[in-house]
C-alpha cells in the first residue's frame, strides 16, 4: 500500500491541491475584478469602494489560525473540504446581495469568501506536508503554480458571466459558488494523514520564542511586505484603470497577466532556491517590485499597466515561495500549524490594511501617490534580507575560528 509520501501518493495529492489552488484563485482573482467596481456602485461613499475586498482580506485574516489549528487536529481533508463550504456560502449570499442592491450584506458575504480563502492558505503547507524532505521547495512550487489556471481564467468568469443575468455580475457569483463546490470534492480525494496524537497536543516552543529566530522573522517580513506591495497596487489596478478611461476588458487583461506572472514562475522558484539559495530570490523578488512601482510611476498607458503588474506578480511570486520555504524550515511538526496560522494571520492582516487603504489613497491621491507609498514598503523587505544575511555570514565566521 503506498504511503502519503511515496511516489503516486504524494503526486496525486500535489495535483489535486494544485488544482484547488487554481479553484481558489479563479474565486480570488474574479472578486478582486469586480468586487471594487460593484463596491463603487453600491456604496454610498465611493471611498468605501474596495471594502467588499477588504472584507474578504479580514474574513481571512481572521480565520487564519482557527483553520490552521482545525487542521492540525482534524486533518487537511477536513480542513479544505470546510473551508470550500463557506466558499459556497459567501458566494451564494453575495449573488443575494447583488439582487438585493445591499453593500453591506455583499461585505458579510465575502467575510465568508474570506474563511474560504484563509483555509485555502494552507493548501502550500500541506504540499509540505505530503513530500519527501527533498522536494518540498518544489511541492511548494508546483502547488502555487496551479494559479496560473485561476490567472487565465478568473478574470475570463468576470467578463463571461458579468451580464449573463440580471442585475449585473449576479451570475458571477453563482459561477463562484460552483468553483467552491468543485474544491470541495477535490479535497475529499486527498489522502493526507493526521498528525500523530502526540503532535496533535504537543505545544512546542511559545510563538514568542519562534518569533525571535532570524529566519522565521525574515520569512514573515518578506511574505508580508510582498503581500503589502502587490496588494495595495492590485486591488487599486482596477480602479485606477477606470479612472483613466480604460475598459473593463483591458482590467480583466491586466489582472490575468498579473496572476500569471504571480504563479508561472513557480515551475521553477523552488529549483532556484534548491541551486541559489533562499536569500538570493528574495532580493530579486524585491529587486522586481521595485522595477513595477517604476514603471508604474513613468505612465498610466495600456502597456504601463500591463508591465508593472507582470512584474508585480512575479515579483510577489519569488518573496512568497521563499518565505514560505524559510517558514517551513524553521519550525517542528508540533509547531507548524501556529507558525503558519500566525504567518497568514499577519499577512492577510496586511492585505485587509493595503486593499482598504487601496480604495482611498487612489481615490484621493491619485495612482502615482498610491505607487510612491509602496516603495519603502519594498526597501524595507531588501534591508532586513541583507541584515539577516550579513548576520549568518558573521555567525558562520565566528563558527570556523
Known amino acids: 500500500m503506498n504511503t502519503p509520501t511515496s511516489t503516486p501518493a504524494y503526486r496525486k495529492n500535489i495535483a489535486l491541491l494544485a488544482a484547488a489552488q487554481a479553484l481558489l484563485l479563479t474565486n480570488g482573482v474574479t472578486l478582486v475584478a469586480i468586487n471594487g467596481l460593484l463596491g463603487l456602485q453600491l456604496a454610498a461613499d465611493k471611498r468605501l469602494a474596495t471594502l467588499p475586498i477588504t472584507t474578504y482580506v479580514i474574513g481571512a ?36 446581495a447583488v439582487s438585493l442592491s445591499s453593500f453591506w450584506l455583499l461585505c458579510l458575504g465575502t467575510i465568508l469568501a474570506g474563511i474560504y480563502n484563509a483555509f485555502g492558505q494552507q493548501y502550500r503547507f500541506a504540499a509540505v506536508d505530503a513530500a519527501p524532505l527533498d522536494f518540498r521547495s518544489k511541492a511548494i512550487s508546483l502547488t502555487l503554480a496551479g494559479g496560473i489556471v485561476g490567472g487565465v481564467l478568473g478574470p475570463q468568469v468576470g467578463t463571461l458571466t458579468r451580464g449573463l443575468l440580471q442585475p449585473t455580475y449576479l451570475a458571477s457569483y453563482a459561477a463562484l459558488a460552483g468553483f467552491a463546490a468543485l474544491a470541495m470534492l477535490l479535497a475529499s480525494r486527498l489522502e493526507i494523514p493526521l498528525l500523530p496524537v502526540s503532535e496533535q497536543h504537543a505545544a512546542g516552543r511559545p510563538l514568542r520564542v519562534l518569533a525571535r529566530q532570524p529566519e522565521v522573522f525574515v520569512a514573515v517580513l518578506a511574505a ?12 487599486a489596478t482596477p480602479l485606477a484603470m477606470d479612472i483613466c478611461g480604460l475598459s473593463f476588458a483591458d482590467t480583466a487583461l491586466i489582472l490575468q497577466w498579473h496572476v500569471i506572472g504571480m504563479f508561472a514562475p513557480s515551475f521553477f522558484t523552488g529549483d532556484l532556491i534548491k541551486r541559489c539559495g533562499v536569500l538570493p530570490v528574495l532580493l530579486a523578488g524585491a529587486a522586481l517590485l521595485f522595477a513595477c512601482i517604476a514603471i508604474a510611476l513613468a505612465g498610466v498607458s495600456l502597456m504601463h499597466f500591463w508591465w508593472a503588474l507582470l512584474l508585480l506578480g512575479i515579483g510577489w511570486n519569488f518573496l512568497f515561495v521563499g518565505g514560505t520555504t524559510l517558514l517551513t524550515d524553521a519550525c517542528r511538526a508540533e509547531e507548524k500549524a501556529k507558525v503558519q496560522g500566525s504567518n497568514d494571520f499577519i499577512v492577510l492582516g496586511v492585505q485587509g490594511v493595503t486593499s482598504l487603504a487601496a480604495g482611498v489613497l487612489v481615490s484621493d491621491g491619485g495612482w502615482t501617490t498610491l505607487n510612491a507609498l509602496a516603495l519603502p514598503i519594498v526597501a524595507l523587505t531588501t534591508l532586513v534580507s541583507l541584515l539577516w544575511a550579513l548576520a549568518r555570514r558573521r555567525g558562520r565566521s565566528r563558527a570556523s575560528h
Open 61 to 96: 485574516a481572521l480565520a487564519a489560525l482557527p483553520a490552521a489549528l482545525f487542521m492540525k487536529h482534524y486533518g487537511r481533508r477536513a480542513g479544505f473540504m470546510l473551508g470550500a463550504a463557506f466558499g459556497v456560502g459567501g458566494a451564494l449570499l453575495s449573488a443575494v
Open 224 to 235: 508580508a511586505c510582498g503581500y503589502a506591495t502587490m496588494n495595495l497596487l492590485m486591488t
